[in-house]
């Protein structure tokens, strides 16, 4: 069965400082990774995935996401951090039997002006 | 596109009593998912729709919580009666197709339930 860890309930960054959100998983095969977002009051929104190809993954609003085979982790990225980049983020993997999205507890993200 | 339409967005109600969900997906998606958010944890499915027929519906508590999709299109969720435990936002989502695992989803804004 897939599972996916964030290691992390909460993490904080100054505003303009590179930020990381961490993510594991296990999975039987290949995987299939996604990162959604959570706004307060609103449902999930989708950042990026990575399906295959290159390990290095770039999405929405200057967020990118490392594939990392060898260590099952799909860590979250982004260079510069916006105090609008704060929220609730979701790392949810499936297989290739296209079984339904399992999703991470999830990592509170705040943005320090 | 229009997005994955639900409501109610809030609903309050006592223990015991029923309550039902409403989900209209984007249309032409055949795939439709029903999950349960409790408050600090990730969505957790419920169910799955592939058209109008249930594809995965191992997690829904079936003594107590139902779902339909009818026409293939709108879904609705029930729970009857309800437990303080089911306080939660019921997330639906709908995607193109079981065919396409690499697709994402596209969530609706979701059903904050309270039981008092």
């Known amino acids: 069965a897939q599972s996916v860890a964030q290691p992390e309930d909460q993490v904080n960054v100054a505003e303009g400082n590179p930020l990381t959100v961490k993510c594991t998983y296990s999975v039987s095969g290949n995987p299939y990774l996604f990162w959604y977002v959570q706004y307060p009051n609103r449902g999930l929104q989708f950042l990026l995935k990575?399906?295959?190809?290159?390990?290095l993954v770039k999405g929405s609003y200057g967020f990118e996401a490392e594939f990392n085979k060898s260590q099952t982790s799909f860590h979250l990225k982004k260079p510069s951090a916006l105090v609008s980049d704060s929220a609730l983020y979701f790392c949810?993997?499936?297989?290739?039997?296209?079984?339904?999205?399992?999703f991470g507890k999830g990592t509170r993200l705040s943005v320090i002006a | 596109e229009a997005g994955v339409a639900q409501s109610p967005r809030y609903k309050i109600i006592e223990k015991r009593q029923s309550v039902a969900f409403w989900c209209n997906p984007i249309s032409g998606h055949a795939t439709l998912y029903w999950y349960q958010q409790i408050l600090g944890q990730g969505p957790k499915l419920l169910i799955q729709?592939?058209?109008?027929?249930?594809?995965?519906d191992s997690q829904l508590p079936k003594d107590r919580f139902s779902a339909e999709r009818l026409k293939g299109v709108d879904s609705t969720l029930k729970i009857q009666p309800a437990k303080l435990e089911d306080s939660a936002v019921y997330l639906c989502a709908s995607s193109e197709s079981l065919g396409r695992p690499g697709g994402g989803y596209t969530f609706g804004s979701g059903t904050r339930l309270t039981v008092v």
């Open positions: 990575y399906i295959t190809g290159d390990n």
């Open positions: 949810a993997v499936r297989d290739l039997r296209n079984t339904p999205l399992v």
């Open positions: 729709f592939q058209n109008n027929g249930v594809v995965d």
